[in-house]
């Protein structure tokens, strides 16, 4: 009589559990990339204060060379972290890293700048951003396999999905905040504090996030892999028997880092100092480019529940490889045509990265899981995502053609297709997580 009731309790508990761990990871990721996205969208403010030059390129190129050292640093972050997680659970070291990003964000918003301490100025915040680097690496492993081991049968795909789309939340609300804060405040006023303000605000996002992440438990899954041993077992070096995975799994990111980066960091910068647009219009239009992204991201995830990782993952790679050029010349036709580009590229970004975040998990077992996602998605982004604005800004200072970013996002779209097409095993999406 007692027995159904109780199964009924179970069920609505686990249920429970399940969105308390989607929301606990999915929030860490909207803070980490809230701050990435001001950042990168703050880049001309914080060359002028922290990188002064006669010329502005090579402020700007200063400046987004600490965006790229962040992304140098989170392999060993992913490494360090990843390690820690497949060890001890992903609860602690999801709180340890929350932890770092939040404060590390904070600080930045309270750095003197160049005019009052001089060269103290850019050496400190490149220590932030080190700091950031190393939490981030670890981040995004941890979170997403928090989120698909928490996942109900069938779901990986769409639980997955959610880190991306806090991500992509996170790159709206970075550029939300740099498009009030630009609207509401005069030059002189952004320069002398009202920058301040979007790095400030990290701090009660990363309290919200450590909150949510302390009331988590530990994931049925890594429990199971640890209760015969008290521990995961970890071999001695990171990625021992699973090299291959790691590189095939690099090439599979390549095409969402470099669109992602692309298309949402660098754009700003890219549509107002290269194309000439005013800086209000362009910060709106990478706006609207994230929104459409967000959105699209959980449909395309839960798609590939339904269609196989795969399967979705080559719609939206051939897709970026043959619309980059036609997308990139509609940039430079005006407000119109550069809205419509930026809607497509915000849907090819959603494409992709929607069965991404399952995709990565399926392909570890759990007592590696985090490191193998960690390292997979860090070394991508460090390699093809993090360096895009600062490659691409130099290919077009080098070059003074507008149109090096389209054969740069062609390129790497040409990386990932091949990765997809030569790549064998299982539909994993049907089975079960490795143990």
Not at 275 to 284: D, E, F, K
Not at 337 to 345: S, T
């Amino acid at each position: 009589m007692t027995s159904a009731p109780a199964s009924r309790t179970s069920a609505t508990l686990d249920v429970r559990a399940s969105r308390r761990a989607l929301l606990a990871g999915s929030m860490g990721n909207l803070v980490e990339w809230y701050e990435y996205s001001l950042y990168g969208y703050m880049a001309p403010l914080v060359a002028a204060l922290f990188f002064p030059t006669a010329d502005s390129i090579a402020g700007l190129l200063a400046t987004f060379s600490l965006f790229a050292l962040a992304f140098f640093l989170r392999p060993v972050g992913a490494a360090v972290f990843g390690r820690l997680a497949d060890r001890i659970g992903r609860r602690p070291v999801l709180i340890l890293v929350i932890t770092l990003m939040s404060a590390a964000t904070a600080l930045i918003g309270v750095l003197p700048t160049y005019a009052v301490i001089g060269i103290w100025a850019p050496l400190l915040l490149t220590v932030l951003r080190m700091v950031q680097g190393l939490a981030g690496g670890g981040e995004f492993g941890g979170a997403v396999s928090l989120m698909v081991e928490y996942a109900p049968p069938g779901k990986r795909g769409l639980y997955g999905s959610w880190s991306f789309f806090t991500t992509v939340t996170g790159f709206v609300a970075g550029a939300g905040m740099a498009t009030l804060l630009i609207s509401v405040f005069s030059e002189e006023a952004m320069l002398a504090w009202g920058w301040r303000i979007g790095f400030l605000v990290a701090a009660p996002l990363g309290l919200v996030a450590l909150y949510l992440r302390m009331r988590v438990d530990e994931t049925p899954t890594f429990t199971r892999s640890v209760q015969p041993f008290g521990r995961a077992r970890a071999p001695v070096t990171p990625a021992a028997g699973l090299s291959r995975q790691v590189l095939t799994t690099v090439g599979i990111v390549v095409v969402y880092s470099c669109t992602g980066y692309t298309f949402m960091v660098l754009m700003p910068t890219y549509l107002s100092g290269t194309l000439g647009m005013p800086l209000a219009q362009s910060y709106l239009l990478t706006l609207i480019n994230g929104c459409v992204a967000g959105l699209v991201v959980p449909f395309a995830g839960a798609w590939s529940d339904r269609v196989g990782r795969r399967a979705v993952m080559l719609i939206g790679t051939i897709a970026t490889t043959v619309l980059s050029y036609p997308l990139f010349v509609m940039l430079g036709s005006g407000f119109g045509p550069a809205l419509f580009a930026l809607i497509v590229a915000g849907a090819l970004i959603g494409l992709v990265g929607g069965p991404l975040p399952a995709l990565l998990s399926e392909r570890f077992p759990t007592r590696m899981r985090v490191t193998g996602v960690s390292l997979a998605y860090a070394l991508s982004v460090a390699l093809f995502g993090g360096t895009a604005p600062f490659v691409i800004t130099a290919i077009v200072s080098v070059t003074g053609t507008s149109l090096a970013a389209a054969y740069y996002t062609i390129g790497c779209s040409l990386i990932t297709l091949t990765t997809l097409l030569l790549l064998r095993g299982r539909t994993t999406h049907l089975d079960p997580l490795q143990d």
